[in-house]
């Protein structure tokens, strides 16, 4: 059984929305920090955005103002709103959780922008 289950992605033009959605089975005990990473091909993975548990949130300066990262505690999901989305946006997603001991990461799912 996967620990994380992700749905989301695909093609859009630019200027276009997305949203992703990412939920932890119940095998994750106890979940501190949700959080989405990115990888373009040839890249390194790098952090999009992330929330706490007090519901602080970071992101990264490319995405700041254009998406929204939120969970939703009983169903034990992350979801990322993507908006005025960029080509340099293209890349696979993966979200991540961090229970305190462990780190789980999602399969990951792409995003392309693209006309």
């Known amino acids: 059984q996967a620990h994380l289950v992700q749905s989301g992605g695909g093609l859009v033009q630019p200027g276009g929305s997305l949203r992703l959605s990412c939920t932890a089975s119940r095998s994750i005990f106890s979940i501190y920090t949700m959080g989405w990473y990115r990888q373009a091909p040839g890249q390194e993975r790098e952090l999009v955005a992330s929330?706490?548990?007090?519901?602080?949130?970071t992101y990264s300066a490319s995405v700041k103002g254009r998406f929204t990262i939120s969970r939703n505690y009983p169903e034990r999901t992350v979801y990322l709103q993507m908006n005025n989305l960029k080509a340099e946006d293209t890349a696979v997603y993966f979200c991540k959780v961090a229970d305190g001991e462990h780190i789980y990461w999602g399969q990951g799912a792409q995003v392309t922008v693209a006309k």
């Open positions: 929330v706490n548990t007090d519901d602080s949130t």
